[in-house]
């Protein structure tokens, strides 16, 4: 129904946005991952929209690219992900490294997002694992095939320090040693940014 919505950042809460367009609030559930990546209050945004409708709410899910809006359509279509879980592992993952894990049958990897167990994470991978057959390999998502396991559980501890997965790849991505120089190593990365 909403294809995007176009409009000023009036605020925002952990899980919400509320955009003003022409005079009417929108109130937009986003992503951890979308929400850090938004303007400042007072800016211009363009979100893409999906609407979901049930018995008891109209709600709208926005994100910054077709690409993601994409991607959380399929993710919602495997039987047993509601909206909030595919929005949550929205929040773990970009588009890219959700698909990479996808390819690779990353159970742990998909499991990390809030409501999501390991029963939960092999039938998505199942289930979506052929639509992304023959999908582009970025230059974002070559960083995953580098890790070890220090830098997994170096991984692994900046995710449970608030980190989402794309983030703590990227940090640890070339670091060396024991599993705590790697997370200190990462954590001065990502303060720099």
């Given at each position: 129904?909403?294809?995007?919505?176009?409009?000023?950042?009036?605020?925002?809460?952990?899980?919400?946005?509320?955009?003003?367009?022409?005079?009417?609030g929108?109130?937009?559930?986003?992503?951890?991952?979308?929400?850090?990546?938004?303007?400042a209050?007072?800016?211009?945004?363009?979100?893409?929209t999906?609407?979901?409708?049930?018995?008891?709410?109209?709600?709208?899910?926005?994100?910054?690219?077709?690409?993601?809006?994409?991607?959380?359509?399929?993710?919602?279509?495997?039987?047993?992900?509601?909206?909030?879980?595919?929005?949550?592992?929205?929040?773990?993952?970009n588009?890219?490294?959700?698909?990479?894990?996808?390819?690779?049958?990353?159970?742990?990897?998909?499991?990390?997002?809030?409501?999501?167990?390991?029963?939960?994470?092999?039938?998505?991978?199942?289930?979506?694992?052929?639509?992304?057959?023959?999908y582009?390999?970025?230059?974002?998502?070559?960083?995953?095939?580098t890790?070890?396991?220090?830098?997994?559980?170096?991984?692994?501890?900046?995710?449970?320090?608030?980190?989402?997965v794309?983030?703590?790849?990227?940090?640890?991505?070339?670091?060396?040693?024991?599993?705590?120089?790697?997370?200190?190593?990462?954590?001065?990365?990502?303060?720099?940014?």
């Open positions: 129904m909403y294809a995007f919505i176009q409009g000023i950042i009036e605020n925002t809460s952990n899980q919400t946005v509320v955009l003003n367009c022409n005079g009417i929108y109130e937009i559930y986003v992503s951890t991952e979308t929400l850090n990546r938004l303007p209050i007072g800016k211009a945004v363009k979100l893409y999906h609407f979901h409708v049930r018995e008891d709410a109209m709600e709208l899910f926005g994100f910054l690219s077709m690409e993601e809006k994409e991607v959380y359509q399929l993710l919602i279509s495997v039987s047993g992900v509601g909206p909030k879980v595919g929005l949550a592992i929205m929040s773990v993952f588009p890219d490294s959700f698909i990479y894990a996808i390819i690779n049958g990353d159970v742990k990897a998909i499991a990390k997002a809030q409501g999501v167990g390991p029963k939960l994470a092999q039938r998505i991978i199942l289930e979506l694992k052929d639509k992304f057959k023959g582009a390999v970025s230059e974002d998502r070559e960083v995953f095939a890790v070890t396991s220090e830098t997994n559980e170096a991984v692994e501890a900046l995710t449970s320090l608030g980190y989402t794309n983030e703590a790849t990227k940090a640890v991505t070339g670091l060396e040693g024991s599993v705590e120089q790697i997370v200190g190593e990462a954590l001065k990365k990502l303060m720099r940014r």
